[in-house]
Antibody, heavy 124, light 110 residues
Framework: QVQLVESGGGVVQPGRPLGLFCAAS????????MHWVRQAPGEGLEWVAV????????YYADSVKGRFTISRDNSKSTLYLQMNSLRAEDTAVYYC?????????????????WGQGTLLTVSS | QSALTQPRSVSGSPGQSVSISCTGT?????????VSWYQQHPGKAPKLMIY???KRPSGVPDRFSGSKSGNTASLTISGLQAEDETDYYC??????????FGSGTKVTVL
């Protein structure tokens, strides 16, 4: 079965960097676009970034553009999120999610599988 | 990109129907038939309930249905059950390879 397991969260000071990881199993990782979605405590979901199946195309939400970098290693079935210049408002549970149903409009598809999330707290 | 607008809460008695609206703009919901709905229990990952406005993944009860008119999408839960009490989020493709989620709605079963 599809399994996505995030790790790397923790407490970090404002302005510092941190990397998140998402280990995938149970499916052909290199065949799917992958996303990061976050949820601040008590708040709603926010789409963060997407990376194409082979890693050549990457897109970001305006709120993280220039500070976060999404990447993947298909040989290790692992998704990454490198976060720099962290702010208090980046505090959230970060989920990795698989999407299916890509089409030529640039739509990556719906999020059909999610990890359990990893909590990042940005605080001094 | 601003979040799609959902009512903060809706409620209904067991067996009744409830609908959750999701209002966007002509740049997202109004243009693309790529609206999906997610159910999220506290402390759990979201679960896909509806995609492409009205399609249901296998395993999702047919009590859940989706529709769209103009810039507003809707999720309807018919025959409300106790286990339906939780949070629901809509999501739309927003063009330029990006997405926008709704603000979330808590469904309460009275």
């Amino acid at each position: 079965q599809v399994q996505l397991v995030e790790s790397g969260g923790g407490v970090v000071q404002p302005g510092r960097p941190l990397g998140l990881f998402c280990a995938a199993s149970g499916f052909s990782f290199s065949s799917y676009a992958m996303h990061w979605v976050r949820q601040a405590p008590g708040e709603g979901l926010e789409w963060v970034a997407v990376i194409s199946d082979v890693g050549t195309n990457k897109y970001y939400a305006d709120s993280v553009k220039g500070r976060f970098t999404i990447s993947r290693d298909n040989s290790k079935s692992t998704l990454y999120l490198q976060m720099n210049s962290l702010r208090a408002e980046d505090t959230a549970v970060y989920y990795c999610a698989r999407s299916v149903g890509y089409d030529s409009n640039g739509y990556w598809g719906r999020f059909d599988s999610w990890g359990q999330g990893t909590l990042l707290t940005v605080s001094s | 990109q601003s979040a799609l607008t959902q009512p903060r809460s809706v409620s209904g008695s067991p067996g009744q129907s409830v609908s959750i609206s999701c209002t966007g703009t002509s740049s997202d919901v109004g243009t693309y038939n790529y609206v999906s709905w997610y159910q999220q229990h506290p402390g759990k990952a979201p679960k896909l309930m509806i995609y492409d406005v009205s399609k249901r993944p296998s395993g999702v009860p047919d009590r859940f249905s989706g529709s769209k008119s103009g810039n507003t999408a809707s999720l309807t839960i018919s025959g409300l059950q106790a286990e339906d009490e939780t949070d629901y989020y809509c999501c739309s493709y927003a063009g330029s390879y990006t997405y926008v989620f709704g603000s979330g709605t808590k469904v309460t079963v009275l």
